[in-house]
């Protein structure tokens, strides 16, 4: 059983478009991530939701609108994509605080590209 | 805020050789827990050790262990017996750990890419 199941693993879409990427964890973590990593491999937080409530919000454009029905789910849309979104967007879990030992968990990562 | 760095983009061993990854960090926290990562090809983040600030022992996993210098702000990986399986990228990443509870995000490093050449 996956983890930290994302969907899909990878989109290819046409400037202008709206698309959402989907996440899930079956691991009863309290606290759910997404992360983007650029074409030059570097990780950086855009959002984080514990609980079903937004914690971290990082300087990102609006277009980006995080959505979480349930502590288990995590989805990611984007609203009128543009070529500089091209990346890989992770999803992650952790347990809270008490747990941190026990490390954030990633899904595999969806590749998305942008033409 | 969390800074981290590795200031190695790239490092090539042979198979069988030690290697050390190097990485600082800054912060103002007190409490704090430090991992490395590893990211093959198939793009998958994977866990591979990780170090509790609080805990002056450093954190070993078979051949993996890391060099934790905590006035230093220091955080080194040293893999041991390296093999072809260890090519990969490798991320230096921290999360502080606050009084009111609720878990933060990982601050990375750049990255380092390392290929273990047979």
């Known amino acids: 059983d996956t983890a930290v199941s994302q969907t899909p693993k990878y989109l290819v879409t046409q400037m202008g478009n709206d698309k959402s990427i989907k996440c899930e964890q079956n691991?009863?973590?309290?606290?759910m991530y997404w992360y983007k990593q650029d074409s030059k491999k570097f990780l950086k937080i855009m959002f984080s939701?514990?609980?079903?409530?937004?914690?971290i919000n990082e300087t990102v454009p609006n277009r980006f609108s995080p959505k979480s029905p349930d502590k288990a789910h995590l989805n990611l849309h984007i609203n009128s994509l543009e070529l500089g979104d091209s990346a890989v967007y992770f999803c992650?879990?952790?347990?809270?605080?008490?747990?941190?030992?026990?490390?954030?968990?990633f899904g595999s990562g969806t590749r998305l590209t942008v033409v | 805020a969390q800074t981290v760095t590795q200031s190695q983009p790239e490092m090539s061993v042979q198979e069988a050789e030690t290697v050390t990854l190097s990485c600082t960090y800054d912060?103002?926290?007190?409490?704090?827990?430090l991992f490395w990562y590893k990211q093959p090809p198939s793009r998958q983040m994977i866990l591979v050790i990780r170090?509790?600030?609080?805990?002056?022992q450093n954190a070993t996993e078979n051949r993996f262990s890391v060099n934790f210098q905590k006035a230093a702000k220091s955080f080194s990986l040293k893999i041991s017996d390296s093999q072809l399986g260890d090519t990969a990228m490798y991320f230096c990443?921290?999360?502080?750990?606050?009084?009111?509870?609720?878990?933060?995000?990982?601050?990375f490093g750049k990255g380092t890419h390392l290929i273990i050449q047979p």
């Open positions: 939701y514990n609980n079903k409530e937004l914690i």
């Open positions: 691991l009863g973590h309290d606290t």
């Open positions: 912060t103002s926290e007190s409490n704090y827990y």
């Open positions: 170090q509790e600030a609080y805990k002056q």
């Open positions: 992650a879990s952790s347990q809270d605080q008490q747990a941190l030992g026990s490390g954030y968990t």
């Open positions: 990443a921290f999360t502080a750990m606050y009084s009111g509870g609720g878990a933060d995000g990982l601050t």
